[in-house]
């Protein structure tokens, strides 16, 4: 079951030789110790292969404690209006980073 998650994961990802994504047929999996992976990703367009390195766990990398992942998670996708919204307010900024969030969060 996990063999197949990871080449499905390694298949998402793109060749760094010419960008095309690997075929899930073409990701071996090498080994496994401790929740790392070693897998061998060969692409289908240029034939260069890859060694990935991944790290497969049930905990939740997320350091949002519950209240904002409960926060985060009903907020809608972030859309075009949003990020020229941020660039707007960035461009006006005058000041460092510390300045941009309240104390205790930088």
């Known amino acids: 079951m996990e063999d197949g998650l ?14 095309h994504r690997y075929p899930a047929d073409n990701v071996t999996v090498l080994g496994e110790e401790d929740g790392l992976w070693l897998l061998r990703a060969v692409c ?7 060694v990935v390195a991944a790290i497969l766990r049930d905990e939740d990398p997320s350091d949002l404690s519950p209240g904002e992942q409960v926060r985060f998670r009903s907020l809608g ?3 075009a209006d949003d990020v020229l919204d941020a660039r707007e307010f960035l461009a006006r900024f005058r000041g460092d980073v ?6 205790g969060q930088a």
């Open 6 to 19: 990871m080449r499905r994961l390694v298949a998402s990802c793109r060749c760094q030789s010419c960008g």
């Open 98 to 103: 510390d300045g941009l969030f309240p104390p």
């Open 44 to 50: 289908g367009a240029c034939h260069v292969s890859a």
């Open 77 to 79: 996708p972030v859309n």
